[in-house]
């Protein structure tokens, strides 16, 4: 009877063996997945960084379109000999484009 006690525990020890080597199989494969998300997360994290810029520079070349759309609609309406309401706004317009400057001119001597 012991002797088949002790196959039994020969047994249950290999199983076991097979049960951890399993299992470290297992984890070396999870770390190396783990290894690998963390590099691409890296990289999707320099695109995201990379795209983060590309759409603040496209950001200030809407701004200066619009800009430069204002003003070529004032500078058409001045041109076209306008009519009053449309010489009240561009008049408005180029009031308050000076007044944005003298501001700004106001703030940059603060400053200083």
Known sequence: MQAGGIEDFDT????????VSGIEQKAVSLRGRLS????ENRQLKAKLQELQVSLEVYKQKVKELE??????KVSGSLNRNPGRQES???RAFIDGMV?????????LDQQE
């Open 12 to 19: 249950r020890v290999d199983n076991l063996e097979v049960l």
């Open 67 to 72: 800009n430069k759309n204002s003003i070529l």
């Open 99 to 107: 007044k944005e400057i003298d501001r700004c001119l106001r703030l």
């Open 36 to 39: 690998g998300v963390e590099m």
């Open 88 to 90: 009240q706004k561009a």
